[in-house]
């Protein structure tokens, strides 16, 4: 064994920085095992990712892997044609109309299954109202629902008809679907009259209404699923339709599947930018396909019999790609389930991969911390023989938490697989793959075959293993987002650098890498936030709350688990109660409940810089109870010793 290196580890634990061997179990069936293939796609590259491509059926074979004529507008497979409905149902058909592709578990442990027949029959269904509707190719439909059936089906639906998708998270307020939907000038919306969160009933359809008023167009249709039955009536307006009945008059109908150009749009998905205006980024439909179907088989391991478990939200891309359309193209059965880890209680996961027979397995750090909080008394309680292999993805997972998941949830033996990727990248770009890596708990792992990566430094020279740096990519991938929607200048200046050896994205991450070429991430150097594996920008989070009577200026930042918002106010009336709420409240009608902090700390002043800069660095620092260094530049230090006794920390 290598000596432990790094500080991480306590003396009473095993060290953490050891890399752990696949165990031969999981190598003997693993899909990917054999070595050679870091090597072929290098040698071959950009060739090697017909590989990928070779995974779908298209309607037109490409003869161009790669235009980077116009680059860095790259275009993946662009002269070929396919459609991704169709390579998510239609061609499994054959070997496997029978076998479940969705199971679907309410938060009231209803189930409902899906066969790809069955998912088949109502994707066609859905196809033929969205028609019906006036729905065309290239018209964007904004899909605003729950983890329920109707979400994926809608995706496959649109899909099918060439009709981009724009999902919006549920939990998202009014004013930000709003903001999505006029951006995207989408004109069509799929609702729902409400949904459960724990045991209340809550109204989705209302802020779809809320929303529908701030637009400066009139909307052409709305649809509405009725997801709570007489729990919750809805009043149906001018151009509003009940999704059963308008469906309903359609099964049996077959849509035939559009044919559309690799480049074409697939989706958009809307995610925090950093100048605090949401960015549409734009997924072609083949590479996005090919790449998200070619990492579901080689670093997540899925095969056709298995049954496999995204937990994350189809409202984020983690579901898009890895709930949706990575399962579906590989014909696998996709679990999607509604509700709570903790409801009813603290066994509902473990107690659904026992139910289920689940072999694997794909979740966010946020969720392995709470099961780790609750203690390991609950997955123990549980058969979970049938897992094969455990994935994580959305941040960095410290030793530790890697270690309790495998211990607890893996038995000691399952391997984890650490994804690393974003929005913009559509799929996984950094990992191991878990029949061939060693695992290095705390780095995400090597770029995946085919993929270029440099973690350089200000300049874009590469850094030393071992020292901190920008991560890059240096070549363009399959799954890379086409575009913003409505801005290639913007696309370019947010992402892009020309270098002497060409382009490199730039990912907004910092990150180590070792001797074996293993990457660490240490988190965002832009002004955006990770919380709970979503997205948000310190900027947007900010605008809201100075909209607040009262406020002055405020600082939002990252504790590491949740958010703490620093706020000073203009007169210190002695409320501070009714203005955190007052706060609270504009934050979740602003963006939603996502956005709302753990904490609200006032102060009467902001730590700045002589230049006037707010040291949000210093404030994350006060934030996690770290060290803090020299404040000397600061033009008001003496704010320091009274921001951190507020809180606690000194
Ligand atoms: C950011 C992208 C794509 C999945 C969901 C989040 C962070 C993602 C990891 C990982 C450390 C990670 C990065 C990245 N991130 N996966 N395995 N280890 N950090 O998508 O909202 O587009 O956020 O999430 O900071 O840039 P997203």
Not at 405 to 410: C, M, N
Not at 454 to 480: N, Q, S
Not at 517 to 536: C, S
Request: charged share 25%; glycine share 8%.
């Amino acid at each position: 064994m290598d000596a432990p290196t790094g500080d991480r580890s306590s003396s009473d634990e095993p060290p953490f920085d050891d890399p752990i061997e696949p165990p031969t179990a999981f190598v003997e069936t693993a899909n990917v095992s054999d070595r050679s293939i870091y090597e072929r796609f290098d040698r071959s590259w950009p060739a090697c990712w017909g590989e990928a491509a070779a995974l779908l059926e298209w309607e037109a074979p490409y003869e161009t892997v790669l235009d980077d004529t116009d680059a860095p507008l790259y275009r993946w497979f662009s002269d070929g044609e396919l459609n991704a409905s169709y390579n998510c149902l239609d061609r499994h058909l054959e070997e496997r109309k029978n076998q479940v592709a969705i199971t679907w578990i309410g938060k009231r442990d209803e189930r409902q299954s899906y066969t790809y027949l069955d998912l088949h029959r109502e994707v066609n269904a859905a196809a033929a109202a969205l028609r019906e509707l006036g729905v065309e190719a290239d018209d964007v439909v904004t899909l605003y629902l729950p983890m329920i059936p109707q979400l994926p089906i809608m995706m496959l639906a649109c899909a099918r008809i060439g009709a981009p998708h724009n999902v919006v998270f549920a939990g998202l307020s009014a004013e930000a679907l709003a903001q999505r939907m006029g951006a995207a000038e989408s004109e069509v919306l799929v609702t729902c009259d409400g949904y459960y969160r724990r045991e209340d009933a809550f109204n989705q359809k209302s802020k779809a209404d809320n929303a529908r008023i701030r637009l400066d167009y009139d909307l052409s249709a709305m649809v509405v699923v009725d997801r709570l039955g007489p729990e919750l009536a809805v009043h149906l307006g001018n151009n509003e339709y009940d999704y059963d009945e308008l469906v309903t008059a359609h099964r049996g109908e077959t849509v035939e599947p559009v044919a559309r150009n690799a480049t074409d749009l697939l989706f958009v998905m809307y995610t925090s930018g950093t100048t605090g205006e949401p960015k549409g980024v734009e997924h072609a439909t083949g590479g996005y396909l090919a790449h998200v179907a070619w990492t579901t088989q080689a670093v997540l391991d899925v095969k056709p019999q298995d049954t496999y478990w995204c937990a994350a939200d189809i409202g984020w891309i983690t579901g898009h790609s890895y709930g949706v359309y990575g399962p579906l193209a590989l014909g696998t059965t996709s679990i999607v389930y509604e509700g709570t880890p903790d409801y009813p209680d603290r066994n509902r996961i473990w107690e659904l991969i026992e139910r289920n027979a689940v072999n694997v397995f794909y979740t966010a750090p946020t969720a392995i911390r709470s099961f780790m909080k609750w203690g390991a008394e609950f997955p123990e309680r549980h058969d979970r023989s049938s897992l094969r292999l455990l994935g994580t993805v959305g941040e960095a997972i410290t030793p530790r938490a890697w270690r309790w998941y495998r211990e607890h949830v893996g038995d000691g033996e399952t391997p984890i697989v650490d994804t690393w990727w974003q929005t913009e990248t559509g799929a996984i770009l950094l990992a191991t793959l878990p029949g061939l890596s060693k695992m290095k708990p705390g780095a995400a792992g090597p770029p995946l075959p085919g993929i270029d990566i440099a973690v350089v430094d200000e300049t874009g020279e590469p850094i030393a293993p071992g020292e901190t740096g920008y991560l890059t990519v240096t070549k363009p991938w399959p799954g890379m987002l086409r575009g913003l929607r409505g801005g290639t200048d913007r696309y370019i200046r947010e992402y892009w650098r020309e270098t002497d050896n060409g382009w490199a994205y730039q990912t907004g991450d910092g990150a180590t890498i070792d001797e074996d070429g293993y990457v660490t991430i240490l988190g965002r150097v832009d002004d955006v936030i990770n919380v709970d594996a979503h997205r948000l920008t310190t900027t947007e989070l900010e605008a809201a709350i100075v909209e607040v009577p009262g406020v002055t200026e405020a600082a939002v930042v990252g504790d590491g688990a949740g958010l703490i918002a620093f706020v000073t106010v203009r007169h210190d009336t002695g409320e501070d109660e009714k203005l955190r709420e007052a706060i609270r409240a504009r934050l979740r009608e602003a963006i939603g409940a996502v956005a709302v902090p753990d904490r609200i700390v006032f102060t009467p002043e902001l730590p700045k810089t002589r230049s006037g800069k707010i040291m949000r660095r210093l404030l994350e620092d006060i934030a996690c109870g770290n060290e803090f260094g020299d404040i000397s530049a600061l033009r008001n230090p003496e704010v320091v010793g009274e921001i951190s006794s507020t809180i606690g920390n000194t």
